[in-house]
């Protein structure tokens, strides 16, 4: 029997997701990684409708998609760069990266991460087609509100 | 217990009694036996009632006015009182959000048991509404002051200027606000998730916007956020996609902007029930098309046919006195879209912002509604304003430093019929001299431009706002603490009301005196120059930066930097406060001793 897309779990969305995520789009989407944010326009936008699609790919989970990348210079300081329909807890700015999101990143596995008040998020590590690992996933799920400015 | 009387234009320190203003203080007059007060007609005149208590608790006061007497026989005063209530910030305890006394809510000192226990000095600040169509002279009476056992009388002369001020500004001073931030600071509200629905919040938003209406300036609220979404009620209804797009239902859009556009809101008004001036549209890169089909066909077609559904329904309703914008507030730093199209820093960002132009051109150009594409600049308002932008922006918002770059743009933009603003009348702390708010429309007066835009007005967040508001994000307060379910006004919106008063009439100003040979608006302008210190109107214009030329993205915007030295020093720096009443008395003199604007 064909599974019903609303039968399709966290992992599985993540997965599909993924696959249509062009990583060396999402690699290479600010035009400076160092200075004042700017994007390359074409690229933001095939990845952000890919982040848009992952989100809707089963709306029973009511997701938040956004993709993180780390500072040439420090990879332990993580920028929001896409967001999907919400941006994360922490915000638009370069925060100091959570360990998972950072284990996510240096294992090639997905790490889960619990929050409290019933908001878990997962990140999964995003690669090019060098198969190097150029930023993370982030979904959550039990956002109760849109974060935004 | 010392009882005294202030102008509008300086406050007193809660604590302390000192004047909040310190520079220039020595120039400020405490007046402690009688008052002269000087207004035009149709127009609000303010002062405050000090109390220093000297240590003593107040449990309540009374004002009453005696009748004036004057060349109209006996004047009847039209008063409300405020208490100011203090906030302890920046160093002092600085008075901003007032609210109406009643026998609810009297005067008392300290104000409140939690907020400032500390407060030795109290003031109650007075509007006094001078109507149209009196004789123009001197009218005197007293004042009668009671608080606890202390009695005083104050000699009381209003100076009533043949001047009327006229109903409509002919100057927008814009208070903008992001929605939905009225919501937040209401309980009643931010509990109730069908407030869109049940028109509870269309009540205290009306509310705020008329408070706005009432004090000549325009609540301007923008219905989405930076993440795409729109708040409910902020557009209408849709349905279908693509070439099947289509306004679904306008019933809650209708439900919730009628009453301004037709002007019914504003029932009530002194200066009538008119339709608002000025009303953002939902349009923008997530609306009516969604992100996902920028760049496609998709994306113009959804556009395009729902803006000619906003064309028909909105001659069907005859809402043709409002001006219409779509304004693009995108800004890429928020990581939703790519493009920044508000204040246009990267020359690429033209590109998607001339694209959505090019999306709706032609959808309303055979239309008495007024639309009106916005755009919004600073860094690039010298290209923009040189070239084709000029043609298809119809109403722009400009940064007030860059703009004194420009001195030749103004004539560009009355040429092509185009709406001009000054972006940055905010006070940045709630302490700072009252010369830099009023300054924002004697700067848009004297460069011929057509308003000036307050940003933020009802922007509270999770701030303390009785203790320590944002004072750049809050112009209007919330009545909840005070038991009301409303907007409460501050002092810095009653002094924008009052410049805005003087602006009106100075806008209004036309003509040319045969006896001197003088344009009276002419006059007038060197009356404010006077008072700036300025020889001429150049003292309001800067020299264009080398820089200017050059892409933004390499311009040091640091602080005493190129830029900061460029835009330096505005106009209302190192400006006494007394001179705004100076000024606006010689003006008023000046305007009423030629009969010309009675």
Known sequence: MMANYLELDLDSVARIGLMYLDGDQFEDVQLDRYGDTDYDFDRFVNVKIALTRLENLNPSLALCAALWQFHPKNPRLAIPVVAGKSLPPEGWTRTPAPEQMMLARDSGKPQTRDRGEGLVSTYYPVKNSDGEIVGVLELLQGMDHIEDL | MRIYLLKDYVRVDGVTGAFIEREFQEEFERFEQDIELHAAMNQYVSFQVVFDTEGEAIASADLSFGELQGPGG??????EAFAEWFHETEGCAVPDCLVPLSPERPFRVPQDDVYLPGQRVGAIWVDWFVPKGI????????????????VKTFGLRLVVHAVTVPDRSLMTADLNAYADSISPVFPHLASNPKRYEDGSFFEVEKQVVSMAREHRALYHNLGYKHSGIVIPSFAPELEGEGKNIRVKSWELFDRHFGPYLDGSAFEGSRRGAFPIEYLYLPFHVNWPAPFEKWGKKGFRTEVRRIMAEFVRHFEEKGWTETGFEIFLNHKKQYRFYPFTLDEIWYEHDEEPFEQYYDMLKGTYDTTDVRFLFRTDESNHYGNHSRNH?????????????????YPESMEIMKQKGNVLWLYGGVLRGLSDSLVSQFTSPMHAFMADADGFCVWNAFGHGSSDYLKTPNADEVIMYPGVHFGLQRPLPSIRLKFLRNTMQLADAMMAVTGYDIESKYGYKRRVKDIVNKHYGFEDDGGWWKKTPDFADTPPRYWDFSRGGP????????????????MMEQ??????AYLGSTGAFL
Request: hydrophobic share 40%; proline share 8%; net charge negative.
């Open chain 2, 389 to 405: 932008y000029a043609d298809f922006c119809d109403l722009w918002v400009v940064n007030a430093g860059m703009f004194t770059w």
């Open chain 2, 563 to 578: 830029v900061d030295q460029a835009c330096s020093p505005g106009p209302a720096e190192g400006k006494s406060p007394r």
């Open chain 2, 135 to 150: 004789v123009p002279g001197n009218y005197a009476g007293t004042l009668r002051v009671q608080s606890n056992d202390t």
């Open chain 2, 74 to 79: 006996a004047l009847v005063p039209d008063v």
């Open chain 2, 583 to 588: 000024l606006r008395q010689e003006v008023l």
